[in-house]
């Protein structure tokens, strides 16, 4: 086989394959978030790698980071900015249940997931 061939196919195998692990992770199924403060930054990164948490990084009262895993299953980890002072910046809103959520939408640049997050929910941007 030639060599071009081979690595169109293996282009083509990596194509879909990161397409099935986008599909994956925008089942139906809801993904669910809740809240944890932490005035670490080592700490709230320890707790994302455990699942579905958003860390906020608190310091003197005042929200720095919230910092997530990506929904889609890629395994990045997100850092959203939460201070006015930088661009840009995510607004969250935490409910009485412990559900954040975050204005604007967030999207994570290395594998193009799109989503809201409402109310501890991850509503995916078509």
């Known amino acids: 086989m030639p060599a071009?061939?081979?690595n169109f196919i293996t282009w083509l195998f990596s194509f879909f394959s990161a397409r099935d692990r986008e599909l994956v992770g925008r089942a139906r199924i809801p993904i669910a978030y809740s809240t944890k403060i932490f005035s670490n930054r080592?700490?709230?990164?320890?707790?994302i790698?455990?699942?579905?948490?958003?860390?906020?990084?608190?310091?003197?009262?005042?929200?720095k980071w919230a910092l997530?895993?990506?929904?889609?299953?890629c395994g990045e980890g997100l850092a959203l900015n939460l201070m006015r002072s930088h661009r840009p910046a995510w607004e969250l809103i935490v409910n009485n249940a412990g559900q954040p959520s975050l204005h604007p939408s967030v999207h994570?640049?290395?594998c193009g997931?799109?989503?809201?997050?409402?109310?501890?929910?991850?509503?995916w941007c078509e």
């Open 42 to 47: 080592s700490l709230a990164l320890q707790a």
């Open 68 to 73: 997530m895993l990506c929904p889609c299953g």
């Open 113 to 123: 997931a799109h989503f809201w997050l409402k109310n501890g929910t991850v509503n």
């Open 108 to 110: 994570a640049t290395s």
């Open 49 to 63: 790698s455990a699942g579905r948490v958003l860390a906020v990084v608190e310091s003197g009262g005042n929200r």
């Open 4 to 6: 071009w061939m081979e």
